[in-house]
């Protein structure tokens, strides 16, 4: 399977303060990258979708201002939420595709808590 | 109606039950069907997928799948306590990308 990695894992900051998550995939070429959000006891929420070198296509109710999502090459892929409230505290995960994978992985998850 | 429905459980069991974690679907285009593993505040862990319909076994683990009811199972034979997290079921209609419906995931704990 893919081996993806993620940092931070863990993440605490105050209201109205920016956050960026990196998603690495380490061993293979990913030439898209998902982005999930899990709320507490709930399923993944797909977030957006990105291609590599291109523009995010964001699900709907998903603010693209708000939520920037970079992919700039094809092994890494940031996240950065923007001035972050406290309802922005989530559970993040990436999940990369392309690059002949047989189905989805995904990240180790990044838990941000906005105070 | 949602994609994909599944019971949140909790459930809990005995060391060595035998488990039975099941989901139901709506759309009969979907052709695979995977069951991801998640323990607390960790990424969900792929455990097993399958194309179509069928049984699939590995190791402990069997998971089944039954189009035509629109169902799949996951049975995980002689549970362990390190089986304890949540199962998450998703499938799409391709293998791969961004259509992936996932249910809610099932929390297990087995009681040793």
């Known amino acids: 399977g893919a081996v993806v990695s993620q940092h931070p894992s863990w993440v605490i900051c105050k209201s109205g303060t920016s956050v960026k998550i990196e998603c690495r995939s380490l061993d293979f070429q990913a030439t898209t990258m998902f982005w999930y959000r899990q709320f507490p006891k709930q399923s993944l929420m797909l977030m957006a979708t990105?291609?590599?070198?291109?523009?995010?296509?964001?699900e709907q109710g998903v603010e693209k201002d708000k939520f920037l999502i970079n992919h700039a090459s094809l092994t890494l892929s940031t996240l950065t939420v923007t001035s972050a409230h406290p309802e922005d505290s989530s559970f993040y995960i990436c999940s990369p595709g392309g690059g002949g994978t047989d189905t989805q992985y995904f990240g180790p998850g990044t838990r941000l808590t906005v105070l | 109606q949602k994609e994909v429905e599944q019971d949140p459980g909790p459930l809990s069991v005995p060391e060595g039950a035998i488990v039975s974690l099941n989901c139901t679907y709506s759309n009969s285009a979907f052709q695979y069907f995977m069951w991801y593993r998640q323990y607390s505040r960790k990424g969900p862990e792929l455990l097993m997928y399958?194309?179509?319909?069928g049984n699939k076994e590995d190791g402990r683990f069997t998971a089944q799948v039954d189009k035509s009811s629109k169902y799949i199972s996951l049975f995980i034979r002689d549970s362990q306590p390190s089986d304890s997290a949540t199962y998450l079921c998703a499938m799409s209609v391709v293998s791969t990308g961004n259509q992936f419906y996932f249910g809610t995931g099932t929390s297990l704990t087995v009681i040793p």
């Open positions: 990105s291609n590599e070198g291109s523009k995010a296509t964001y």
């Open positions: 399958t194309y179509s319909s």
